[in-house]
């Protein structure tokens, strides 16, 4: 059996509105507003990642702006170039830039993670929507909804993307399966769906890897989940409460860079470990956790942090 090296989540990615997965309602609703393409408001997708927001404004960009999207289109990762100057010198030069083919309503520029942008960015972007919106639309793109000024909101047209359930990320996953000639069992497609929670584009990674072991099962998507590793999770709680901070970081530290487990992952199996063992500190130990979650999030140094809160821990277990 061969593996292609293209990512599946890319050479499946839906090219055309009506094949996107789920999101029934907001796909009825953005079929009804290209009845009448000149006046679309600018749109603002919300919802979890991997869920279809981006791929529906690229589907979108296409079906408006036809073979000449790519020239018509500016796609931006707003979390990459946060700052105001991104705003006022990439957006306004591609949105001034050059008058319109005739055949072209407008042009599209679709800004990703919008709600990483500082507020400054915000405020400068929401001057730029409305100086330039005789000929460009804008679909923004947010994970967190309320992290978008109100001025940016009122806008646009709002629309809050919903989890992908079950069935319908298991009736995909099978698709891609059958295409690529893999073997699927239903334990190995039910363990992908409750590891990633919903998320189609983690699902099919999930989905690829695995199959390089050989056929999708539960023990194989575990083993590439790093699933197989949470027991270790355990130990570094172990570990850390018994005082031994050298030893439990040097475990996480190795969970993180030998086996690739992610810091968010790590955080995520330490909660689950300290109320499945009924620690004494319980309350305690969960708001650090929750505490170091949120100063990773918002940009600080995963390793100290993590070892921040072993320590922490330590204390606690004192």
Not at 99 to 110: M, R
Not at 193 to 222: C, F, M, P
Request: contains cysteine; proline residues 2%.
């Amino acid at each position: 059996m061969s593996i292609s090296n293209t990512m599946w989540v890319e050479k499946y990615r839906p090219q055309k509105i009506s094949d996107i997965v789920n999101q029934k309602e907001i796909v009825g609703s953005i079929t009804a507003l290209l009845k009448n393409v000149s006046e679309m408001p600018h749109l603002l997708f919300s919802g979890s990642a991997g869920i279809g927001k981006t791929t529906l404004a690229l589907c979108l960009s296409r079906e408006i702006l036809g073979e000449r999207w790519r020239e018509y289109t500016l796609e931006l990762n707003a979390s990459d170039e946060r700052g105001i100057n991104m705003v006022r010198e990439r957006v306004k030069k591609f949105s001034r830039f050059a008058g319109l083919d005739t055949e072209i309503p407008f042009k599209i520029i679709i800004l990703d993670e919008a709600d990483e942008m500082t507020g400054d960015a915000q405020t400068a972007l929401r001057r730029i929507i409305e100086d330039t919106s005789k000929f460009c639309r804008f679909i923004l793109i947010a994970n967190n909804i309320s992290k978008i000024i109100e001025p940016i909101q009122s806008r646009c047209a709002v629309f809050k993307f919903t989890r992908i359930e079950e069935n319908d990320v298991v009736t995909h996953l099978k698709e891609i399966a059958k295409k690529e000639k893999v073997k699927v069992d239903e334990d190995g497609l039910k363990m992908i769906y409750d590891y990633t929670e919903g998320d189609l584009r983690h699902a099919i990674n999930l989905l690829q890897a695995s199959s390089s072991l050989g056929a999708v099962t539960e023990e194989n998507v575990k083993a590439s989940a790093g699933l197989t590793r949470t027991s270790d999770v355990d130990a570094v709680l172990k570990l850390a409460v018994a005082g031994k901070i050298l030893e439990a970081r040097n475990k996480m530290i190795e969970l993180i860079k030998v086996y690739g487990m992610s810091e968010s992952d790590f955080l995520k199996y330490l909660n689950e470990a300290v109320y499945r063992t009924k620690q004494p500190n319980l309350a305690e130990i969960s708001q650090a956790i929750a505490e170091y979650d949120y100063r990773i999030l918002s940009g600080a140094n995963p390793e100290i942090q993590l070892s921040a809160l072993l320590a922490q821990i330590s204390n606690l277990g004192k």
